[in-house]
């Protein structure tokens, strides 16, 4: 599983991880090790480059990218 899918399912499920992305998004990321494209994605909440570098399909987004039915 790529960091940034997992990123995405963990703040999907995690209301921790999301206060801690709210606030600190480049330091929350940094532990997933995203690349540069990846990050720049989830800073711009560009939601068609996050599902293609995600392989997550169904992603869906209201104020936060969350992701469902990854399973």
Same mark, same amino acid.
């Given at each position: @599983?790529?960091?940034l899918k997992q990123l995405l399912i963990d703040l999907a499920e995690n209301a921790d &991880? %999301?206060? %801690?992305?709210?606030?600190a998004p480049e330091k929350t @990321? %940094?532990?997933y090790e995203l690349s540069d494209e990846e990050v720049k994605a @989830? &800073?711009?909440?560009d939601l068609e480059t996050i599902k293609r570098l995600s392989g997550l399909e169904e992603l869906k987004s209201n104020g936060h990218i969350q992701a469902h039915d990854y399973k």
């Open positions: @599983m790529t960091g &991880l %999301q206060d %801690q992305y709210e606030s @990321m %940094q532990r @989830m &800073l711009a909440k």
